[in-house]
């Protein structure tokens, strides 16, 4: 059976998180939930940050889709943003005890979610002729360049793009450990890190060796290009069956180990490559960037009803253009596309895809320009208005939406 994408066929890191290792964790530069772009002090000190994001959002339809028909995730209905909802609150910690030892701890909330850790992170750093060296374990995203890690967390745009929902249950939050390093900003190579994580975020989940994941960023004058890799050998990774009782979204990945009932459960091994590329001519005021994700996964995916030979290819992304047309303000554009092809062959292969939302098979994309203005460095304040196009219909919808941020709410030295 071969579902395609056409109109007829087409975190555990909280539960994990225990006080006594909050106090000593820190991390890596980590921009997706960062209050700044490292997330340490330089200089021995400490520091508290928080930041907060309020949307007031309108639309004929729930928005984003409650689910991606034709993508293999892990089944759970995305919350419905409409209304006015507190998107996003971060509050930050951060230590330095001295020039090579720091430590970083941030706590989030998402609409539809507990609080949960965002990171927990202890860091060493050395330098040396060639660069930076930094070494890193704990809790935190894995690291795939600032462009695709940090879409979706008080960025230019609210909505978490659709590439990422799909691939990675929005975040890929994981424990593990990360050797970086970091190179002079005017060569050709400018950071690369290596990584070791549980695999506890999608696409891992259920059992697994421990994960590889590779991050290598190039710059050329202003255009820097990031590339990432990760290998996982998931066992038991669940897929909630689709239905009416299907719980919002959360950071954990159903776990089939414990027992498949109403679940579609997948083992096998996955192979997830991304890029993406940020690039601002002369540094004038237009910014060109924009990424791209495919998982491809092959194995065995089964559930009560049945047990195929599967292979899945999911491919998506994004571009965004932005003008800083006039001292703090900003008009920005974004065009996403999402879309995947299934195979499923063997013993009751229509049925599993059905329950795995397989069936039927829509390319889903969504279209957003948003004017902001920045009265202050602390604050954001915009507007969206965009379509998103799933399961063949459009839902046009607008969007008010306020950023506050403050990375050093508190601060000292020593």
Known sequence: MRASPTPLRRAEARRRAVAGVLALLACAPLRAHELTADPLPELPGWRVGAAVAVTALGAGDPIPSPTLPGILDTGQTAPDQRGLKLEHATLAGALRLNDWLGASLAVGW??????????????????????????????????????????????????????????????????????????????????????????????????????PSLHVQLGVGELLLDGFYAYLQPTGRGTLARGPNSPGHTHEVPNCNFGITGLVCFDGRVNLVGGSFSWRPDD???????????????????????????????????????????????????????????????????????????????????????????????????????????????????????????????????
């Open 284 to 414: 004038g005021p237009l910014l060109f960037s924009g990424a791209v994700l495919w998982r491809d996964e092959q194995g065995s995916l089964y559930s009560a009803s049945g047990d195929a030979r599967y292979h899945g290819r999911t491919l998506g992304g994004w571009l965004d253009v932005a003008w800083d047309f006039q001292p703090n303000w900003q008009l920005a554009a974004r065009y996403e596309g999402l879309q995947a092809t299934q195979d499923l062959a063997g013993p009751g292969a229509l049925q599993v895809a059905v329950e795995a939302g397989l069936l039927p098979n829509w390319p889903a994309s969504r279209t957003t320009l948003a004017l902001a203005w920045s009265p202050d460095p602390v604050w954001r304040l915009s507007a969206e208005l965009g379509n998103e196009r799933s399961s063949g219909a459009n839902n046009p919808f607008v969007m008010l939406r306020a950023i506050w941020t403050m990375p050093e709410l508190l601060a000292g030295r020593w």
């Open 110 to 211: 998402h609409i539809g979610e507990n609080v949960h850790v965002e990171a927990a992170w202890l860091q060493a750093r050395r330098f040396d002729d060639s660069g930076q060296w930094l070494l890193g374990a704990g809790i935190h995203k894995v690291p795939m360049g600032a462009v695709l890690t940090s879409a979706g967390d008080y960025g230019r745009f609210s909505l978490t793009p659709l590439v990422k929902r799909a691939s990675l249950n929005t975040d890929w939050y994981d424990e593990g450990g990360v050797l970086g390093w970091r190179g002079d900003a005017d060569g050709l190579l400018r950071e690369v890190d290596i990584g070791l994580w549980r695999g506890l975020g999608f696409p891992g989940g259920g059992d697994l060796p421990a994960v």
